[in-house]
T-cell receptor, first 110, second 111 residues
């Protein structure tokens, strides 16, 4: 089976750094994705990792360790608008559909 | 993302009533997905299309749910009859450059 775990909720302060972890157990692996979803809106793509290491994109970075089945999303210089749910998703092979975790609801406070 | 348009955005019905959702993606994208997202959960796959063919529908409750994708472009998802537990957001997505692009979803409330 497939299992993707991430914390349910996190709270962080404006201007700070927050790390959202994701662990996965899948039969295969062909990429890990992070999506951002504001309340009442569609998920939007943030990052993609298929090789081990860190991918940086502005204030957001995503890390992958395939041997550990682990990823994290790092958000720097937090802004109030970063309050949203962050979804970790894994593709286990080829072009198969993404399997999503339950999401981490991040609240950024002043 | 303006590439996937869904309608209606919101629908409230009583249980046992039928309901249908439409997805209009940018033409030329072969792969289309329907996901269901319950409150506080991540999206869960219902069905995947490659052109007109449903290639992965193992998660679709076929006793009450049906879907079609005519001419390999637009798609519809139907529920008949709806149950209370069907209240959720139904998301349509296309595969573009290896990424999923979602429509804004159709929020269904079953009373």
């Amino acid at each position: 089976g497939q299992n993707i775990d991430q914390p349910t909720e996190m709270t962080a302060t404006e201007g700070a750094i927050v790390q959202i972890n994701c662990t996965y157990q899948t039969s295969g692996f062909n990429g890990l994705f992070w999506y951002q979803q504001h309340a009442g809106e569609a998920p939007t793509f943030l990052s993609y990792n298929v090789l081990d290491g860190l991918e940086e994109k502005g204030r957001f970075s995503s890390f992958l360790s395939r041997s550990k089945g682990y990823s994290y999303l790092l958000l720097k210089e937090l802004q109030m608008k970063d309050s949203a749910s962050y979804l970790c998703a894994v593709r286990d092979s080829g072009n198969t559909p993404l399997v999503f975790g339950k999401g981490t609801r991040l609240s950024v406070i002043a | 993302e303006a590439g996937v348009v869904q309608s209606p955005r919101y629908k409230i019905i009583e249980k046992k009533q039928p309901v249908a959702f439409w997805c209009n993606p940018i033409s030329g994208h072969n792969t289309l997905y329907w996901y269901r997202q319950n409150l506080g959960q991540g999206p869960e796959l219902l069905i995947r299309y490659e052109n007109e063919e449903a290639v992965d529908d193992s998660q679709l409750p076929k006793d009450r749910f049906s879907a079609e994708r005519l001419k390999g472009v637009d798609s519809t998802l139907k529920i008949q009859p709806a149950e209370l537990g069907d209240s959720a957001v139904y998301l349509c997505a296309i595969l573009k450059y290896g990424e999923l692009f979602f429509g804004e979803g159709s929020r269904l409330t079953v009373l």
